[in-house]
């Protein structure tokens, strides 16, 4: 069973700093590009950034909101996913999910439950 | 950046009713048109990919459809479980990009 476990999540000044992790199990994470997508509160989706696989050399691609300031790693040995946030704005807060590529284009077919960043003063 | 627009934004419907929702992309993405459903506090869950293509374990009462710009999310008898909020997602090109949602509300 594939299961994605986030943690790391909690409240953050503005301006300050936050890593996220995404720990992986019930498939084969190396071969797996990983992704961020992030959900304000009551609002929609809207995608952070993904990594690719060794193969790929580990490439990124980031969205222009977060470029810059957030950094997507993985270290395939623990199976495990990361997002490091610098300079958080509180247009930063949201619940970040990571979510699995398919392997056959850039959908998502397995989610974690999610971990709450909150930026505020 | 592909902007993509979903219509209604809330739909208030029956258990039974069919109900279809509207995937507009700014510009074309062939079929790489994926659809999620998600229910208050849960991760998103996909539904449809490549626009028609129904992911595992998902009941056939569900079906996409369309090419190009214009897409749909057909569901054909709506059941109580099916009340959620959903998103469309071009495959495309980066930056990927979610619809702003359609909230479908019991009636």
């Known amino acids: 069973e594939v299961q994605l476990v986030e943690s790391g999540g909690g409240m953050v000044q503005p301006g300050g700093s936050l890593r996220l992790s995404c720990a992986a199990s019930g498939f084969t994470f190396s071969e797996r590009i990983m992704d961020w997508v992030r959900q304000a509160p009551g609002k929609g989706l809207e995608w952070v950034g993904r990594i690719r696989d060794k193969a790929n050399r580990y490439t990124t691609e980031y969205a222009a909101s977060v470029r810059g300031r957030f950094t997507i790693s993985r270290d395939d040995s623990k199976n495990s996913l990361f997002l490091q946030m610098n300079s958080l704005n509180t247009e930063d807060t949201a619940v970040y999910y990571c979510a699995k590529d398919s392997g056959s284009g850039k959908y998502f077919d397995y989610w974690g439950q999610g971990a709450l960043v909150t930026v505020s003063s | 950046d592909i902007q993509m627009t979903q219509s209604p934004s809330t739909l208030s419907a029956s258990v039974g009713d069919r109900v279809t929702i509207t995937c507009r992309a700014s510009?074309?993405?062939?079929?790489?048109l994926a659809w999620y459903q998600q229910k208050p506090g849960k991760a998103p869950k996909l539904l449809i990919s490549k626009a028609s293509n129904l992911d595992s374990g998902v009941p056939a009462r569900f079906s996409g459809s369309g090419s190009g710009t214009e897409f749909t999310l057909t569901i054909s008898s709506l059941q109580p479980d099916d009340f959620a909020t959903y998103y469309c997602?071009?495959?495309?090109?980066?930056?990927?990009?979610f619809g702003q949602g359609t909230r479908l509300d019991i009636k």
């Open positions: 997602q071009q495959c495309n090109t980066y930056p990927i990009t």
């Open positions: 510009q074309s993405i062939g079929a790489l």
